[in-house]
């Protein structure tokens, strides 16, 4: 009889139902690029502050197509993106947000300082392998180190879109890395580097150094005003059976809180419809 009672005991304590008691506070997972990533975190942040019981899980990038993917397989809640929707993956059928666009800035590590403005004709011959030292723009005498993006990268293809000599680069030059998080903290780690990236995804690394671009800073206000052409558009994907929390958390994106802390990464808010 005691054995049938620490049976039954087991039986109770794993049952789903017992599990189901001991869970922790309901998620919500946003995954997708890296571009936006610490934006999203930040709002995720101010959304679970207002939403006790509820946590946003905000992983690593995978990309805005694994973001895509991944929520269309129902993976994650929501997905985010450094892009629009593509036409290929509207056989999803998923409702897609823009919520913000952020400029996308060349960024230098924290010893270049002293610059302040670096010209697309300046950019084609960096990235071309055409100018190799910091001197050649007012710099320091010191070799040129690049972090460039894979073809196909949000920034890269706006820089080619805006930037026809820089799109007809046969082959560019220096380091190619894979995501944004990891392009921001090589420029950090490394003196006399160069990248490109979204502002938002580095406005606060004060290791990281943001140059105007043909004269124009980098800025929600400067998007706005079309004086700077260089921007990426920020959105959100989801299903039509999305859960309450993730559709609240996108409802929270329209609120001022939400709109003043895009503002503070440097992006600029976009009013979109209502859900």
């Keep these: ?53 509820i946590r946003v899980e905000v992983p690593d990038s995978i990309g805005s197509s694994g973001g895509v993917k991944a929520t269309a397989q129902g993976q994650c809640d929501v997905g985010r993106l450094a892009r629009p929707l593509r036409d290929k993956e509207k056989r999803y059928q998923l409702s897609y947000k823009l ?37 050649d723009m007012g710099g320091p005498a010191a070799k040129i ?17 805006h930037m026809i000599d820089f799109a007809l680069i046969e082959q560019t030059v220096g380091k190619t890395i894979y995501s944004t998080p990891e392009t921001v903290d090589t420029v950090a780690g490394h003196d006399n580097t160069i990248a490109y990236a979204p502002l938002s995804a580095a406005f606060h ?15 929600a206000a400067t998007i706005a005003a079309g004086k700077y052409p260089l921007y990426v558009d920020f959105g959100l994907v989801w299903r039509a059976d999305i ?24 992006a600029a808010p976009v ?3 209502k859900l």
């Excluded at 230098?108 to 030292?133: C, E």
């Excluded at 180190?145 to 073809?151: D, L, M, P, T």
Aim: overall charge positive.
């Design 1 to 53: 009889m005691k054995r049938f009672n620490v049976v039954l005991f087991l039986m109770v304590l794993f049952s789903p139902a017992a599990l189901c008691a001991g869970e922790t506070s309901p998620a919500i997972s946003i995954c997708g690029s890296g571009d936006n990533q610490e934006l999203i975190r930040q709002l995720a942040r101010a959304y679970e502050g207002h939403q006790p019981g």
């Design 99 to 135: 919520f913000a666009r952020s400029p996308v800035v060349f960024l230098v590590s924290a010893n270049l300082t002293s610059m302040a403005d670096i010209s697309a004709q300046q950019v084609v011959r960096i990235f071309s392998g055409k100018m190799t030292s910091w001197e």
């Design 205 to 219: 690394n004060p290791k990281v150094h943001v140059l105007a671009f043909d004269g124009v800073i980098p800025s």
């Design 145 to 161: 180190y690049i972090a460039n993006r894979e073809k196909g990268d949000s920034s890269r293809t706006v820089l080619e879109k």
């Design 271 to 273: 009013v979109a419809e």
């Design 243 to 266: 859960r309450a929390p993730a559709k609240g958390f996108l409802a929270f994106l329209e609120t001022s809180e939400a709109k003043a802390i895009i503002c503070r990464y440097g």
